[in-house]
């Protein structure tokens, strides 16, 4: 389609783009998204994307249509992989033992590899700056959407006390001085009886800032509700390039901590964010184990 190597495949009947490195994804925003007069959407589709898809089919067919479903996350990097490599083992009545050894192989053993090749992922947090660093560069406008605060909990605390849209803005213009930002704003509901309210703030934005579009439009309402109001939305302001991006203003403004790079590069980020951020359990549940449960015992009727 962009004359990348990019491979489409389904995990689960969720549609992601394999192949592409971080440059290629840029190299299709920028030579494609942005000037072809289109309104497009990329999402960060990662085990929770996947598992959620399940159960939700308007999120599902959101992910399937968008122009760009990265993968967020090594699980679904390992779990294309674990499909793929099960084809070549034969169907007998050893199958699910064979492929229930490849599978702790190909997401487990093969994270402890020192000579492991792990395709790039495309994580939000990564793609968020690598846009501000090009728009700073080439004058494209940003627009920060969404974000809200917790506590050590991870219980919602007042916006009024921390807009997350406009601290990520301002750290990311501390960042790169010269990225033309267009607004940002938290205090929105990411409800459809509220989306007249916010396109009416986004469009008094613009017009402050004299502008007919918005080159990037980053939404952190959680992964599902921000894809909903992009495909409800975003043409209506209208926004050549729509992201969502999930908690990804927690890392920007410091609320949340990266982890550190040797989890990074065993890909157990997710061990590290259960160690700082306990209340998150039910969703690395989510990814981790049941992700590739459901992976593996779907595997064994096809």
Known sequence: MYNMPMVSRE?????????????????????????DGKNHYICTTNPEFVMDAQKDPQFKKIINESDLSVPDGAGVIYARNYLEGIKNIKRDFLFPIKVFFYGIYTGVLSSLRKDRVVESKITGVDLTYKICEISSKKNYNVFFLGGKAKDTLGKHINQNDKDMANESALQMKKTYPSLKVIGATSKYNREEKDDSETIDYIKKCMSEKGVDHLDFLLVAYGHGYQEKWIVRNSYKIPAKVS?????????????????????????????????KQPWRIKRIIKAFPHFPLKIFITSLSK
Request: glycine share 12%; hydrophobic share 45%; net charge positive.
């Open 243 to 275: 992201i969502g991006l999930g908690g990804t203003f927690d890392y920007i403004v410091g609320q949340v901590k990266l982890p550190p790079e040797m989890y990074v590069k065993r890909n157990l980020g997710w061990i590290y964010r259960l160690i």
């Open 11 to 35: 995990i689960l009947g969720v549609r992601v783009d394999f192949g592409m490195s971080m440059n290629d994804v840029l190299d299709v925003i920028e030579n494609k998204f942005l000037k």
